[in-house]
């Protein structure tokens, strides 16, 4: 699902323009953006939480020439989703 189908759904469901959807969602995606840079978590009840993880640097191996390559470490977003329950769900 895209932002924009978000927004659309999101409209459909509440009967707010889509365009004061936007307008309300775009800080929250901005807001998340900014603290994961910081590689704080963000966690949002009974949905899930965003975080920052290192990859360690391993060993790769180039397709074309079967050659080994060393992958540098990396930063990765990463999400786990909060664990539903049946009351979550009511």
Do not use: H, W
């Not at 932002?3 to 901005?30: D, L, T």
């Not at 790769?60 to 909060?82: H, L, S």
């Amino acid at each position: 699902m895209t932002k924009r189908e978000i927004i659309m759904a999101a409209s459909k469901k509440s009967g707010i323009p889509q365009v004061v959807i936007q307008q309300c969602i775009a800080p929250v995606f901005e807001s998340i953006l900014d603290a994961l840079s910081e590689e704080k978590k963000v966690t949002i009840r009974s949905f899930g939480t965003f975080y920052v993880k290192e990859t360690k640097e391993r060993i790769g191996r180039n397709p074309q020439t079967g050659e080994d390559i060393i992958v540098e470490p990396k930063k990765v977003i990463k999400f786990r989703a909060t664990a539903q329950t049946e009351k979550q769900n009511r």
